[in-house]
């Protein structure tokens, strides 16, 4: 009899010890008793009741989901390719536990719907433009979805968006014609400024002509700096008209002698 009573104590305390589970600092215990929710226990050392009591061990760390690429098409008629990736963590382990089967795999399909229906309503410019917007629309919409099921999404983000190689070529010839109208501009933009400062310098000399004179002795000074073989000597333009004038007398006269001389003759 006391073979038996100690081998029932040691039995009873073995069933004891069984019922203590420890759960780490980013787990929870969802309790269920005779099959029905009971409480949430951990982080730490806590006890259940063996054969009554069931764990599931849930994980509160953020999980990183791979959405796989997918074909899409935009709205304006263009197919894509695009992946991304999920971030999310679980705030309430028993709605993880209870409200759905598999939070993995829903969660998945859920964030795969809402890429595809997403990309669907906008197109192909603002998908490569507004990444930013579109990312947050797709988080907001995932979110909704899976509230009920106790998790939080903390951020989703399109990696890789593949467009087909005719697109990209138009995309490309399309660029190039931006940027040539851009450089067309701004030498447009130049010439027209330098015209303006042009008409602004002539009429300053027109009111002033000395500092015309002055220019020209600048320009000879500057050509003297770069020690060249050959220098230009530019002269004031009243020598030059007065010299023009001088040279039309001295036709005059020669004209009028000649003509002397024949009515002499």
């Known amino acids: 009899m006391m073979s038996i009573g100690i081998f029932l104590t040691i039995v009873f305390v073995l069933l004891l010890l069984s019922g203590f589970k420890i759960d780490r600092e980013y787990q ?3 309790i269920f008793r005779l099959g029905r929710f009971h409480a949430v226990k951990g982080p730490g050392l806590y006890w259940i009741i063996p054969f009554v009591d ?21 709205k304006d008629s263009v197919t894509v390719r695009i992946n991304a990736v999920l971030y999310f963590h679980i705030e309430h382990p028993e709605k ?18 809402a890429l595809r229906n997403v990309i669907g309503q906008h197109n192909l410019d603002e998908i490569l433009k507004d990444r930013e917007s579109i990312n947050a629309t797709i988080k907001e919409i995932v979110d909704q979805i899976t509230n009920d099921w106790g998790l939080v999404v903390e951020y989703i983000e399109m990696k890789d968006v593949e467009i087909p190689e005719s697109m990209q070529r138009a995309m490309a010839k ?9 450089s067309r501009i701004i ?9 303006q400062k042009l008409q602004e310098a002539a009429g300053l000399i027109a009111q002033n002509p000395a500092s015309l004179e002055l220019r020209r002795m600048q320009m000879i000074t500057e050509v003297g700096a770069e ?18 004038s001088i040279s039309q007398g001295f036709r005059i006269k020669l004209d009028r002698g000649g003509e002397t001389d024949g009515a002499k003759k």
């Open 96 to 113: 993880a536990v209870i409200q759905v089967r598999d939070y993995m795999q829903a969660t998945y399909q859920a964030a795969l719907t």
């Open 54 to 74: 069931q764990r599931r061990q849930i994980d509160l760390r953020t999980i990183t989901l791979d959405i796989e690429s997918q074909e899409t098409v935009t």
């Open 187 to 195: 030498k447009a933009e130049g010439e027209l400024e330098a015209a």
């Open 227 to 244: 020690h060249n073989t050959t220098t230009i000597i530019l002269m004031p333009s009243d020598f030059v008209d007065m010299a023009q």
């Open 28 to 30: 929870r215990g969802v």
């Open 174 to 182: 399309e660029a190039e014609a931006i940027r040539e109208k851009r």
